[in-house]
């Protein structure tokens, strides 16, 4: 601490970091106010905010004038003053925001992944990247830092992407950072879609939940204590190599060996698989799922079994974590209406734990939610770090 005291340069900017931080929680606040809540002195308050505003980080946003007294200056920070990126990459979506400091989305650009290499990918995110910066009305270089989401587990050693089967190849990250440019961060997309959700959705306001998701593969994101748990190789999380107790039979299966048991059979690809040796002609888990809203009884029997396999996966996160509440997200999971009784169903016959189960109300936007979360945390960071330099 007596180290701390003795550099001007470093109080100063904690206590700049401690204004912006209120503001940035409760909005527009006056000098007197910030004095009050902070414990700084009213002349400290002042000079920190006198220097927060000469470099564009607060601004004046309004006045209140008391009866009898002076006009009261309001002030708040400036969101437009820096710019951050979230970036999901999926196998067969690439997503890329732009979000002002208090993550409102001021350019967004979604499309398909078509690439067949990982140079074809990295220039596909490049030029949604330009684009949703372009239509927040920036170059791209004018963004703080990004951070993009991907399948598997980032190696920073490495620099590579193990289990990332989803996608073309594991040198990824060296094409994203030759193509952007920028400060870029990469994370685990599961473990920021519950970033996403802790901040936004389901999880808002718990210390202690998971995030699973089933669609094109399964995943799971751990929060604990109100922060990620990503574990000591960041493989926290990897349930797709559970075994599975509906289809021990799976274990033996080549895409199970590579993908993981759990993740060879309720993945949407698996729902696809189980829906034709019913004999159903249809192309994607989201045809089943359709088909089974509409009555068919064969689509209804493998949703059926579908509910099932998820169910054992969500006794087995409630046995280890124990947690306030798990959140099913993915294209196949967030379909908790046709889903959840089957759920529950294979809950109840494997126990006594009863986990509350809820679908994410993210949609598409949880990995690009998460992302930006983290990017912003990162941009305050640097900022704050310059300003030491």
């Known amino acids: 601490m007596r180290a701390e005291l003795g550099n001007p340069r470093l109080l100063r900017v904690m206590n700049e970091r401690r204004l912006l931080d209120r503001l940035h929680d409760h909005g527009p606040a006056s000098r007197a106010d910030l004095a009050k809540v902070t414990g700084l002195s009213k002349p400290t308050v002042s000079a920190a905010l006198a220097g927060l505003e000469e470099d564009g980080l607060v601004h004046l946003v309004g006045e209140v004038s008391g009866r009898p007294g002076p006009v009261t200056s309001l002030y708040d920070m400036n969101a437009g003053s820096a710019h951050v990126a979230g970036i999901d990459i999926g196998r067969d979506w690439n997503r890329v925001a732009v979000a002002d400091l208090r993550g409102a989305f001021v350019g967004r650009k979604d499309g398909r992944n078509d690439a067949r290499n990982t140079a074809d990918l990295a220039r596909h995110v490049r030029e949604l990247a330009h684009a949703a910066a372009a239509e927040a009305g920036l170059q791209w270089s004018a963004i703080t830092c990004a951070v993009a989401g991907t399948p598997g587990v980032y190696d920073p050693v490495a620099g590579r992407l193990d289990f990332a089967y989803n996608l073309p190849g594991a040198d990824l990250v060296q094409h994203l950072r030759s193509a952007l440019e920028s400060d870029l961060v990469i994370e685990n997309d599961i473990n920021l879609a519950a970033v996403g959700e802790h901040a936004y959705g389901e999880g808002r306001g718990k210390g202690h939940f998971a995030l699973v998701s089933v669609g094109t593969g399964v995943g799971m994101g751990i929060v604990i204590n109100g922060e990620l ?134 949609g598409d936007s949880g990995v690009l939610l998460g992302a930006v979360a983290r990017a912003r945390k990162r941009a305050w960071e640097l900022i704050f770090e310059a300003r030491l330099g």
């Not at 099932?308 to 996160?317: D, E, P, T």
């Not at 947690?323 to 379909?335: K, T």
């Open 229 to 362: 748990y990503v574990g000591a190789r960041g493989a926290a999380g990897e349930v797709s190599y559970l075994p599975t107790t509906e289809d021990p039979a799976a274990e033996d299966d080549p895409v199970a060996l590579e993908h993981g048991s759990t993740e060879a059979v309720a993945s949407a690809p698996g729902v696809v698989r189980a829906a034709r040796a019913a004999g159903l002609d249809l192309a994607s888990a989201k045809e089943v799922f359709e088909a089974a809203g509409r009555g068919d009884p064969t689509a209804l029997a493998v949703v059926e079994a579908e509910g099932r396999r998820i169910g054992g996966l969500v006794v087995a996160v409630a046995a280890v974590l124990d947690p306030e509440v798990i959140v099913l997200s993915g294209g196949v999971g967030r379909n908790l209406d046709l889903l959840g009784g089957a759920i529950e169903r294979r809950v109840a016959g494997l126990g006594p734990l009863r986990p509350q189960v809820v679908a994410s109300a993210l």
